[in-house]
C-alpha cells in the first residue's frame, strides 16, 4: 500500500499536473514534502496515523505543528477529511486508473463511488467547508492543488446526491428525455430540462455564486451550485499555473462549462440549465 508521501506525488503525476514538471527542477509544488525542523517528527507521526487510518491521531499530530507549518497542516487535515468522506487520494487514484478518457470520466468514475456513501446537503457542506479552508492555504500551488481535489470531489458529490435509487449517476438523472436530448449547439430542447423526479434544480441557474463567500451551499442541489464549483476548478487550474498542455481533461471541463454564460443569448433560467446539461452531456461527466 502507498504511503501518503507517495500519493501526494502519485496525484498530480497520473493527472498530468504542473507538479510533474516542477519536480525535476527541485522547486516544486510538493517541495513542503521534505520540509527540516523539529515540526518534521509531528509531520512524520502525523502522515503514519493518517496511513494507518487512524484519523483523530492523525488529527492530533498536525494539530501540533507550529505556525511554520501553517500551510502543510490546513492542506493534510483537508485530504483527510477527504479521505473520511470516501474520496482520498487512494479513490483519486482508482478513479484516474480506472475512468474513461472523455473530459467527464473522473468525474462521474468519482460521482458513482459517492453515490454509495451517504450523498446529500451534511456532506457536501463538510467538502464546501474544505474549499473554505483551502482557500485560507498561503502558497498558490499548493492551493490550487488542494482546492482542484476538493473542486473535482464537491462536482462529483452534487451529481451522487441527484443519482437516484440505482446511485448510478446517468443522462435521465439530468434530462427528462436524454436520449433525444443530443444538442450541444445550447439551444432550448425540452428533452434536456430537469427531469420531473430529481436532477439538478435549475432555479436560480444563472446566478453567480461566491462559495468561499458563501459558506455554505443549502438546498436542492442545483445547476448554479456545479456552476460555482467550476469556477472554483477553473480558479484552482490557474494558480496550478495552468496554461494548457497539462491536465487537459479538467480544463476542459472547466472552460467548457464556465464558458456557458458567455453563450451569445444565454440569458435565461432555463435556456442556461439546458446549455449546462447538454454541455455536461458533451464532456462525457454522465454515461
Ligand atoms: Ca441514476
Redesign the pocket.
Known amino acids: 500500500m502507498k504511503t501518503l508521501k507517495q500519493k501526494l506525488l502519485l496525484i498530480p503525476v497520473l493527472l498530468s499536473l504542473p507538479a510533474l514538471g516542477a519536480l525535476s527542477s527541485g522547486c516544486n509544488l510538493l517541495g513542503w514534502l521534505d520540509s527540516p525542523g523539529t515540526d518534521e517528527a509531528r509531520l512524520s507521526a502525523a502522515r503514519g496515523c493518517f496511513d494507518a487510518g487512524d484519523f483523530e491521531c492523525a488529527r492530533t499530530h498536525y494539530e501540533a505543528l507550529s505556525s511554520d507549518y501553517e500551510d502543510i497542516r490546513t492542506a493534510e487535515l483537508i485530504y483527510l477529511t477527504l479521505e473520511e468522506e470516501g474520496a482520498g487520494f487512494g479513490t483519486f487514484l482508482k478513479t484516474i486508473i480506472g475512468g474513461g478518457t472523455s473530459p467527464g470520466a473522473l468525474v462521474n468514475t468519482l460521482a458513482n463511488e459517492l453515490a454509495l456513501l451517504e450523498p446529500g446537503e451534511a456532506k457536501r457542506n463538510r467538502l464546501v467547508s474544505a474549499l473554505v479552508q483551502a482557500d485560507g492555504i498561503s502558497t498558490a500551488g499548493l492551493r490550487g492543488f488542494t482546492r482542484f481535489l476538493v473542486s473535482m470531489t464537491l462536482f462529483a458529490e452534487l451529481l451522487a446526491e441527484i443519482?437516484?435509487d440505482?446511485t448510478?449517476?446517468?443522462a435521465?438523472?439530468l434530462a427528462s428525455s436524454p436520449e433525444s436530448c443530443a444538442s450541444s449547439d445550447c439551444v432550448l430542447d425540452s428533452d434536456c430540462s430537469q427531469p420531473t423526479n430529481g436532477g439538478l434544480s435549475t432555479e436560480g441557474a444563472t446566478a453567480t455564486l461566491d462559495i468561499i463567500a458563501m459558506e455554505t451551499l443549502d438546498g436542492e442541489a442545483s445547476i448554479a451550485m456545479v456552476n460555482a464549483v467550476i469556477a472554483q476548478l477553473n480558479a484552482s487550474l490557474t494558480e496550478m499555473g495552468a496554461s494548457g498542455g497539462y491536465s487537459e481533461n479538467s480544463s476542459a471541463i472547466a472552460d467548457e462549462l464556465g464558458a456557458v454564460s458567455d453563450i451569445p443569448g444565454v440569458n435565461t433560467e432555463e435556456l442556461f440549465a439546458q446549455c449546462f446539461v447538454q454541455t455536461m452531456f458533451s464532456l462525457g461527466i454522465v454515461e
Request: glycine content about 12%; charged content about 40%; aromatic content about 0%.
Open positions: 443519482s437516484g440505482d448510478i449517476i446517468d435521465s438523472d
